[in-house]
């Protein structure tokens, strides 16, 4: 006779089968993956292009355009072409691409030559239009199909290039500022009183050596903040880690979530 708890001892914990048939999952994704990688490995290298590009924007200068409006003549400034400047045209259209002849030529290898157009419609606002781009034309996340009517704050994408849109609305008269407080502003005074040009923030950050000031002094009575000796540094090694699988498998999720 069998001892029923023997049985029972020897059935299939269902932790530990959930465990495996989820690793198996996990195991068939990283395969896929891995055709992935090796019949388009042009795609994945965009993808990560993107995210990178991303990144670069946040560490860097935000990419916008304001629009605005001026007795029914729409106007844009915009910081895409390099610097910021304001941008008037006669039709009110401002066409985004790669081409130099357009209104708005970005360097972008994802643009089309003629990918993406702004237009002004008196009355009634500014319309961002896909001209049948290769890569497509993005609202929000949202794949624009029609001319969709702008708004405050919409994020555009036309291919990897992303930037943010403003609408300038109106102009609001401020109170007048007190007396006391312009001579705090008055750059022609301060200079006549100093006898110095005033200089920037960034002059006051710049290195002794080009201040021309003497660095025989020690830099650790002038730091603002205390310098780690070299024996107190933490030593790094070079050997990538050792992961364990479900490290690996973290990681691999990770990266099909982007």
Known sequence: MVNSNFLADSSPDPVVAENASDLEQRLGLYQVFLKLYEHHRELLNEILDLENTDRAQIKGVWQYILAGEDADQGYLVTNLLGHTQKLFQPQHCWVIGRDRKIGLPVPDKRLSRRHAMIRYVPQRGFFLSDLESTNGTFLNGEAVRYPTLLKEGDRIRLGSLSFIFFLHTGV???????????????????????????????????????????????????????????????????????????????????????
Do not use: C, M, W
Request: charge should be negative.
């Open 172 to 258: 609001q008269r401020l109170a007048v500022v007190p007396s006391e407080l312009l001579e705090n502003g008055d750059v022609e005074a301060i200079e006549k009183n100093t006898q110095s040009p005033v200089h920037s923030i960034e002059a006051d950050l710049l290195p002794a050596a080009e201040n021309g000031e003497d660095l025989s002094t020690s830099e650790k009575d002038t730091s603002l903040f205390p310098q780690p000796s070299v024996e107190s540094l933490p030593i790094i090694e070079s050997n990538p880690p050792d992961l364990s699988t479900a490290q690996k498998s973290d990681i691999l999720d990770r990266f099909l979530n982007r």
